[in-house]
Protein backbone atom coordinates (compact mmCIF):
# COMPACT_ATOMS: atom_id res chain seq x y z
CA UNK A 1 0.00 0.00 0.00
CA UNK A 2 1.25 3.40 -1.26
CA UNK A 3 -0.52 6.80 -0.83
CA UNK A 4 0.05 10.71 -0.30
CA UNK A 5 -1.53 11.95 3.35
CA UNK A 6 -2.26 15.70 3.29
CA UNK A 7 -2.36 16.99 6.75
CA UNK A 8 -3.48 20.19 8.21
CA UNK A 9 -2.16 21.73 11.73
CA UNK A 10 -1.56 24.06 14.06
CA UNK A 11 2.25 25.53 15.07
CA UNK A 12 2.01 26.65 18.15
CA UNK A 13 4.37 29.73 19.85
CA UNK A 14 6.63 27.28 21.10
CA UNK A 15 6.87 25.46 17.70
CA UNK A 16 5.11 21.85 18.64
CA UNK A 17 2.34 20.83 16.50
CA UNK A 18 -1.22 20.23 17.55
CA UNK A 19 -4.83 19.56 15.97
CA UNK A 20 -3.15 17.43 13.86
CA UNK A 21 -6.18 16.23 10.79
CA UNK A 22 -5.97 14.18 7.71
CA UNK A 23 -7.49 16.41 5.12
CA UNK A 24 -7.29 14.01 2.18
CA UNK A 25 -5.76 11.14 1.30
CA UNK A 26 -5.46 8.87 -1.87
CA UNK A 27 -4.03 5.18 -1.60
CA UNK A 28 -2.98 2.33 -3.95
CA UNK A 29 -1.39 -0.74 -4.08
CA UNK A 30 1.74 -1.78 -6.23
CA UNK A 31 -0.24 -5.37 -7.11
CA UNK A 32 -3.13 -2.70 -8.99
CA UNK A 33 -5.78 -4.38 -5.90
CA UNK A 34 -8.07 -1.92 -4.15
CA UNK A 35 -6.79 -1.10 -1.10
CA UNK A 36 -7.50 -2.23 1.81
CA UNK A 37 -9.15 0.26 4.47
CA UNK A 38 -7.58 -0.81 7.46
CA UNK A 39 -4.41 0.03 5.88
CA UNK A 40 -5.57 3.51 4.65
CA UNK A 41 -6.18 4.00 8.27
CA UNK A 42 -3.06 2.73 9.25
CA UNK A 43 -1.31 5.50 7.03
CA UNK A 44 -3.27 7.86 7.90
CA UNK A 45 -2.38 7.15 11.78
CA UNK A 46 1.14 7.21 10.79
CA UNK A 47 1.18 10.50 8.94
CA UNK A 48 -0.32 12.45 11.98
CA UNK A 49 2.41 10.56 13.93
CA UNK A 50 5.28 11.84 11.87
CA UNK A 51 3.62 15.30 11.89
CA UNK A 52 3.14 14.99 15.69
CA UNK A 53 6.85 14.10 16.13
CA UNK A 54 8.18 17.36 14.03
CA UNK A 55 8.84 20.77 15.69
CA UNK A 56 9.23 24.20 13.45
CA UNK A 57 10.52 27.56 14.31
CA UNK A 58 7.51 29.78 15.51
CA UNK A 59 5.87 32.91 13.40
CA UNK A 60 6.83 36.02 15.14
CA UNK A 61 4.52 39.19 15.27
CA UNK A 62 5.85 42.36 16.52
CA UNK A 63 8.97 40.18 17.76
CA UNK A 64 6.91 37.37 19.37
CA UNK A 65 6.14 33.81 18.68
CA UNK A 66 2.58 33.18 17.64
CA UNK A 67 0.64 29.95 16.41
CA UNK A 68 -0.30 29.50 13.37
CA UNK A 69 -2.98 28.28 12.21
CA UNK A 70 -3.75 25.27 8.75
CA UNK A 71 -0.45 24.37 8.21
CA UNK A 72 -0.39 21.46 5.23
CA UNK A 73 2.09 19.21 4.79
CA UNK A 74 1.50 15.76 2.56
CA UNK A 75 2.86 12.83 3.58
CA UNK A 76 4.24 10.50 1.21
CA UNK A 77 4.81 7.07 2.15
CA UNK A 78 6.30 4.32 -1.16
CA UNK A 79 7.56 1.04 -1.03
CA UNK A 80 11.16 1.47 -1.85
CA UNK A 81 12.26 -0.96 -4.35
CA UNK A 82 15.19 -3.78 -3.79
CA UNK A 83 18.71 -2.65 -5.55
CA UNK A 84 18.65 -6.30 -6.60
CA UNK A 85 15.24 -5.69 -8.48
CA UNK A 86 14.94 -5.59 -12.40
CA UNK A 87 11.97 -3.08 -13.52
Not at 28 to 39: A, C, H, I, L, M
Not at 40 to 67: M, Q, S
Amino acid sequence: LEGNILTCFTVTARGKTENIRVSNSQFWTVSGKPPQRDGEHLLNLEATAVIWHWKFKPRLVDGKPVDTPNVCQTITFRIAQSPNSKT
